[in-house]
């Protein structure tokens, strides 16, 4: 090995395949170093070998590595998706079943109901403070007193106590349909009352409701009552004989 000053490096291999030859230059001096060409080809074709081998294997494990994240994507998908449904079912009930009657499938029941919630979130539902309590529970009693001289009377006065309550809670002011489906998200037991009671109202409006159909829609209205009057019976109240 022989050295001298300047600083370029070249390396040749020789025609007979026998030697390679690398030059290096320091600052005038010249290094010369010899290696034998075998050792170096060798370690090429490893090179060479490996590329070759990671060009063949990379397609299959990215696809194996696709086709399983699209599993588990699918699975979680599923298992959210079953969650979601019992979740609903739970908080729904029987109104849940409804749903899917009149939209023609659980997706569109589901999606129908989650609006619900999402809708129902945004207001401002409150509870009645003590002084309303007593005040909506003096007032219930005179409504339920009224039926047994004027039950017409007494249960289109329900239906609007009902109402003012629902206003008073923070639901907001809206036709019957919108706000049976407000009420369904928080009181999903009773909202079928409410229904079944805003029916024979209409009926009563209309002429055709017996005086057996307005006690049942006195009792009906009565179970939404004290459902929204934070689940307390109003006290010295008997159900309507």
């Known amino acids: 090995m022989r050295t001298s000053g300047t600083r370029m490096l070249h390396l040749s291999l020789s025609p007979t395949g026998q030697r390679a030859t690398a030059h290096l230059k320091l600052e005038g001096a010249t290094c010369l170093m010899t290696q034998p060409s075998n050792s170096a080809q060798g370690r090429v074709a490893q090179i060479a070998s490996a590329e070759e081998v990671t060009m063949q294997i990379s397609p299959t494990i990215v696809a194996v590595i696709v086709v399983a994240a699209l599993i588990v994507i699918a699975v979680v998908v599923l298992l959210r998706e079953r969650k979601r449904k019992t979740d609903l079912k739970r908080r729904f009930g029987t109104e849940y079943e409804r749903a899917v009657r009149e939209r023609g499938s659980e997706r569109e029941a589901r999606a129908t109901l989650e609006a619900r919630e999402k809708r129902v979130e945004k207001f401002n539902i409150r509870e009645l403070s003590r002084t309303e309590r007593d005040r909506y529970a003096e007032q219930w009693r005179t409504v339920q007193s009224r039926f047994v001289d004027d039950p017409k009377g007494a249960v289109i006065e329900a239906d609007e106590t009902v109402a003012s309550l629902m206003t008073v809670r ?72």
């Open 170 to 241: 923070g639901y907001p002011i809206s036709d019957f349909e919108q706000r049976a489906a407000d009420l369904s998200v928080d009181h999903p037991d009773v909202v079928q009352n409410y229904r079944a009671a805003h029916e024979i109202a209409v009926r009563h409006r209309q002429g055709r409701a017996s005086t057996e159909d307005l006690r049942q829609a006195m009792i009906y209205y009565r179970s939404l009552f004290e459902d929204l009057l934070d689940g307390r019976k109003p006290g010295g109240v008997r159900e309507v004989a």
